[in-house]
């Protein structure tokens, strides 16, 4: 949504999942070397272009080398394919405007951060955030064990906030200012096959990153094929279905449901196990996002230059 002429968008509509507009991206000094190591594990190193070279590569190769080389697929700040950080170019309004669904989960941060067990290990997970203020103290002094009931809650709170929610609330907030249908929503069912499985890290990690996914997919085997997940399932793909029909939701409409687009009464709808609704952000998320807003983050500076 950010990428080349945003004058021109390559698509019309888009469905965000956990899809925010990280508040930092790579910027090739940091990358450089990756790729370079990436080129020469797979035997492209001066191949012109090297983009030809590397799509002739087997996947599983590419995958392989990719991983051994520790790169990860995740773009970076080059000037022309995306020319610069995301939320700099929301700011400015370099965006497609084109409307959009955005979801998160409950739980974005857990799946990240479990490894956590103290305040110290928390504080540390902040500070190695090199895309915060200089001064970490207030994001320390929210994100504490006190105020989320245990140091994991904290900083998978932290991580959730940071790379997903509030940037999601922003990417749907300027949309809808500049009057393009934004919609919100937040995904709320703890897919019961793991927890059946009696597996000891999806008991403690909520509703995670990626939860929904065999749900947008109707993916068999990640859902219980006798409770209410196939029905949820088949509910989400009419309404994915709907918006890119470009008929905002006869589906939910006719269960009563009216999504309305996102503003500043912060109006997102809800998949539950229990059903769908529509329900305000709560004032404490809302407040840390504008604690976020507020915080000059320093995507400016250093982490800018190409
Ligand atoms: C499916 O859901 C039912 C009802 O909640 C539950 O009793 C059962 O254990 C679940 N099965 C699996 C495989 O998750």
């Known amino acids: 949504m950010v990428s080349g002429d945003v004058t021109k968008p390559l698509f019309d509509r888009a469905v965000l999942e956990s899809g925010a507009l990280f508040s930092v991206y790579n910027i090739p000094s940091l990358v450089q070397a990756g790729f370079d190591a990436l080129v020469a594990a797979v035997g492209c190193s001066g191949q012109t272009p090297v983009l030809d070279c590397l799509r002739k590569v087997p996947a599983q190769k590419l995958f392989d080398s990719a991983a051994a080389a520790g790169v990860s697929y995740l773009p970076a700040v080059d000037g022309k394919y995306v020319k610069e950080q995301q939320q700099v170019a929301l700011s400015k309004g370099q965006i497609y405007k084109i409307p959009v669904l955005v979801l998160d989960n409950n739980d974005e941060g857990t799946y990240f951060t479990t490894y956590i067990t103290s305040q110290d290990d928390v504080n540390a997970l902040i500070d190695s955030f090199t895309l915060l203020p200089a001064d970490n103290t ?11 009931g245990s140091p994991i809650a904290a900083v998978a709170n932290f991580f959730g906030d940071i790379v997903f929610k509030c940037p999601d609330i922003q990417l749907v907030r300027t949309l809808t200012a500049a009057g393009v249908a934004a919609f919100k929503g937040r995904f709320s069912i703890k897919p019961t096959i793991n927890l059946a499985a009696g597996d000891a890290f999806f008991s403690v990690i909520g509703v995670y990153h990626t939860a929904e996914m065999p749900f947008v997919w109707n993916y068999n085997p990640s859902l219980n094929q006798t409770n209410y997940e196939k029905s ?3 509910k ?3 309404t994915w279905s709907d918006f890119f029909a470009g008929s905002p939701f006869p589906g939910l ?4 449901i009216n999504w309305p687009t996102y503003d500043s009464t912060g109006k997102r709808l809800v998949w539950s196990s229990t059903g769908t609704s529509v329900e305000t952000v ?13 915080a000059n983050l320093r995507f400016s500076s250093a982490n800018n230059k190409l």
């Open 253 to 256: 409409l006719t269960a009563g």
């Open 236 to 238: 989400m793909i009419n």
């Open 232 to 234: 949820i399932s088949q």
């Open 138 to 148: 207030q994001a320390k002094q929210i994100y504490t064990a006190a105020n989320f």
């Open 282 to 294: 709560p004032s404490d998320l809302k407040s840390r996002c504008d604690f976020w807003d507020a």
